[in-house]
T-cell receptor, first 116, second 112 residues
């Protein structure tokens, strides 16, 4: 148990559906991250929020829309996805803008997404 | 550019030592990390090392850092079947936030 939870753990959706992934951290961190992990590529950083402000959008298609309402919660809204978007989506959090090992990112268990 | 490289597979016998290697490119990295991912799970932080250290030991884990060659290794002593997983090396890139660059991961298989 890392203190980062993700729901749902598994999601199957059609290409025309709209769904959301949720991440919650109980570590008092102020930065949160979305990563995509697929069989074909190593971990890909998608979005970063620091102090509830988006600081990185790593050329992610607009069919993925992040939302960070507060420092403990992070969402990834999905719409009109493609089968190639099927992957494990991992959320992480860290204590940002601090130099030292507290920069360490702690990961949730991930949401396994399958797009039909 | 930023790049972290690891070999993809390692197979060891139970009870032997495992050594997983990693090379990185950014000489300004302040911390280097090892994460473990078991099947169906997220990434679990195993250990980290500060860039001004050469070695760090934590129970069965030993991390060696050769900053000159930008080479990092993770040694697992007395490897057990429960150590079977994917191991990711990551370097931290200093900036406005903590950006980690991950390697592709080394799949460790432990056999009897």
């Amino acid at each position: 148990e890392t203190g980062v939870t993700q729901t749902p753990r598994h999601l199957v959706m059609g290409m025309t559906n709209k769904k959301s992934l949720k991440c919650e951290q109980h570590l008092g961190h102020n930065a949160m991250y979305w990563y995509k992990q697929s069989a074909k590529k190593p971990l890909e950083l998608m979005f970063v929020y620091s102090l509830e402000e988006r600081v990185e959008n790593n050329s992610v298609p607009s069919r993925f829309s992040p939302e960070c309402p507060n420092s403990s919660h992070l969402f990834l809204h999905l719409h009109t996805l493609q089968p190639e978007d099927s992957a494990l989506y991992l959320c992480a959090s860290s204590q940002d803008r601090v130099t030292g090992p507290t920069d360490t990112q702690y990961f949730g268990p991930g949401t396994r997404l399958t797009v039909l | 550019g930023e790049d972290v490289e690891q070999s993809l597979f390692l197979s060891v016998r139970e009870g032997d030592s495992s050594v997983i290697n990693c090379t990185y490119t950014d000489s300004s990295s302040t911390y280097l990390y090892w994460y473990k991912q078991e099947p169906g799970a997220g990434l679990q932080l195993l250990t980290y090392i500060f860039s001004n250290m050469d070695m760090k030991q934590d129970q069965r884990l030993t991390v060696l850092l050769n900053k000159k060659d930008k080479h990092l290794s993770l040694r697992i002593a007395d490897t057990q079947t429960g150590d079977s997983a994917i191991y990711f090396c990551a370097e931290s890139i200093t900036g406005g936030y903590n950006k980690l660059i991950f390697g592709a991961g080394t799949r460790l298989a432990v056999h009897p």
